[in-house]
């Protein structure tokens, strides 16, 4: 099986993990479920869930418990969009292909169906207790890195130098400070959750959680780049939004030439570190390396 074929194989499956943990839309307040569907089942990469997955195999995993926190955290990242493409945000109408959460339910549901992805997030992670209720100190502690890596010294945290930047230019310590947490927070949550719930050492966790800082980084430089390079009919969503939204990016700061060179030498920087820790990682790897290369 190549590549394409296994990703297809893995987003399938987070799909139907997906589906399987959305609560069914019923009662006066079903709106607001049908709305977390409609950006939650939106396709994407689904790129937090597998490496989550992935990390959860290479060391060893076994069994369903991995699952809740699979939707928890493409949840989280998804209320995330949701927010971001509001008018006081970004405010863009078209994310994953089609119109944004706030432009088909209204901006008043698009906040709330964030805010409801993310609560249900929560909810929908705790569900690995009633699993495995023996294991309920990994548990606890994927809990723990799960509401850190989402909250102000995470993603969250980086969404708000992020906008409160917005508008002039940013040093390069600032911005790089932007994208680790952004950016990286999440998918460093997705790496070490799947080691702590494989029972990986701290040592190991820690080795994951910096091979994630390093992909962030060049996922979102590649984003940077996407983002002056390609049409909103290829990726999905608006181009030029950083141009129009004033904010300094990594192209704006160190141009197109040496984004395009740092991407991939990042990326192999990652991939060493992995390869480091002696485990069986090969579609790991292959998952990085198409990163560097997307188109979208």
Wanted: charged share 30%.
């Amino acid at each position: 099986m190549n590549f394409k074929e296994k990703y297809q194989e893995r987003t399938k499956e987070i799909e139907g993990i997906l589906a399987k943990y959305l609560p069914k839309p019923e009662g006066y307040q079903k709106i607001i479920m049908e709305a977390m569907e409609y950006s939650l089942m939106a396709g994407g990469k689904r790129l937090r869930p597998m490496l989550m997955g992935e990390s959860f195999r290479m060391f060893g995993g076994e069994g369903e418990i991995i699952e809740p926190f699979m939707a928890a955290i493409e949840m989280i990242h998804t209320y995330s969009l949701v927010h971001d493409d509001l008018p006081a945000m970004d405010n863009d109408e078209y994310r994953r292909g089609r119109k944004t959460t706030h432009v088909v339910y209204g901006e008043d549901m698009g906040i709330l169906a964030g805010d409801a992805l993310l609560n249900y997030a929560f909810e929908t992670a705790c569900c690995a207790f009633d699993m495995e209720p023996e294991n309920s100190l990994r548990i606890g502690q994927a809990m723990k890195i799960l509401g850190r890596k989402a909250g102000v010294y995470g993603m969250v945290g980086g969404q708000v130098v992020d906008v409160k930047e917005a508008g002039h230019q940013v040093s390069g310590e600032m911005l790089d400070f932007i994208y680790r947490l952004k950016t990286g927070a999440l998918l460093e949550a997705s790496v070490m959750i799947g080691a702590v719930l494989a029972g990986a050492s701290e040592e190991e966790t820690a080795k994951m959680e910096s091979v994630a800082g390093k992909i962030g980084l060049a996922f979102q430089i590649q984003d940077d780049i996407l983002d002056v390079t390609s049409t909103t009919e290829v990726l999905g969503k608006p181009v030029h939004s950083d141009e129009k939204n004033e904010k300094t990016t990594y192209v704006t700061w160190k141009g197109l030439e040496k984004a395009r060179e740092d991407v991939p030498r990042m990326t192999e920087e990652a991939i060493q570190e992995l390869e480091g820790l002696g485990r069986e990682c090969a579609f790991f790897k292959e998952i990085l390396n198409w990163l560097v290369y997307r188109d979208k």
